[in-house]
């Protein structure tokens, strides 16, 4: 069975640009999360998606966005990137409650 | 009150050691305690979880060790390796569909 898969896996973009995230989820998942990890803050939670819908939501500015596709698959959006964005965003799916699978994640950079 | 307070940041054991992080929390509806084992590189992966109903649960070397009435559960390595040697987050969530929230983790250093 193949793992959750992340791409771009690396991505350098400048200050004020946009960019999207996608994660596809082992097939069969239907819930989808986001995370943001940075050295010293861990990981933190951005949104949780399942069969389309935002169930939960972590404390980020409206820049980041998310959605899922009828297929399970999941993109993030940020918006007017700031040099506080960088990090590595993990994306996580997960049959039922409890198990969270990741993948290696996007490392953006913003310079 | 979704906070896990994760302890130490970093630690270092010698090859054959105990390896021990600590975590507590706060919100009382946490009823899922998952540690995760992230690689340089990878993402996290599951190592152990345990439910409050239990007092420990153990894995071959790892061991879940959970104290509901101090609202604290802690990881500990027993025979500590250099393949041990990774970054460890504890976890809890309100079980359900409900947002997994992590601690700031420990980066473990195994030397031999």
């Known amino acids: 069975k193949a793992g959750v898969t992340q791409t771009p896996r690396y991505l350098i973009k400048t200050r004020g640009q946009q960019v999207t995230l996608s994660c596809s989820p082992i097939?069969?998942?239907?819930?989808v999360s986001w995370y943001q990890q940075t050295p010293g803050q861990g990981l933190q939670f951005l949104f949780e998606?399942?069969?389309?819908?935002?169930?939960n939501k972590g404390n980020f500015p409206g820049r980041f966005s998310g959605r899922q596709f009828s297929n399970s698959r999941s993109e993030m959006n940020v918006s007017t990137l700031e040099l506080g964005d960088s990090a590595l965003y993990l994306c996580?799916?997960?049959?039922?409650?409890?198990?969270?699978?990741f993948g290696e994640g996007s490392r953006l950079t913003v310079l | 009150q979704q906070q896990v307070k994760q302890s130490p940041q970093s630690l270092i054991v010698q090859k054959g050691g105990i390896s021990i992080i600590n975590c507590a929390y706060e919100n009382t509806a946490f009823d899922y305690f998952p540690w995760y084992q992230q690689f340089p590189g990878k993402g996290p992966a599951l190592l152990i979880a345990?439910?409050?109903?239990?007092s420990e649960k153990k894995e071959g070397r790892f061991t879940i060790s959970f104290n509901k009435s101090a609202k604290q559960f802690s990881l500990h390595i027993m025979d500590s390796q250099p393949g041990d040697s990774a970054t460890y987050f504890c976890a809890a969530s309100p079980g359900g569909y409900q947002k997994v929230t992590f601690g700031t983790g420990t980066k473990l250093q195994v030397i031999p």
């Open positions: 996580a799916s997960s049959f039922l409650t409890g198990e969270l699978f």
């Open positions: 998606y399942f069969s389309e819908t935002q169930r």
């Open positions: 345990i439910r409050p109903d239990v």
């Open positions: 097939s069969g998942h239907r819930s």
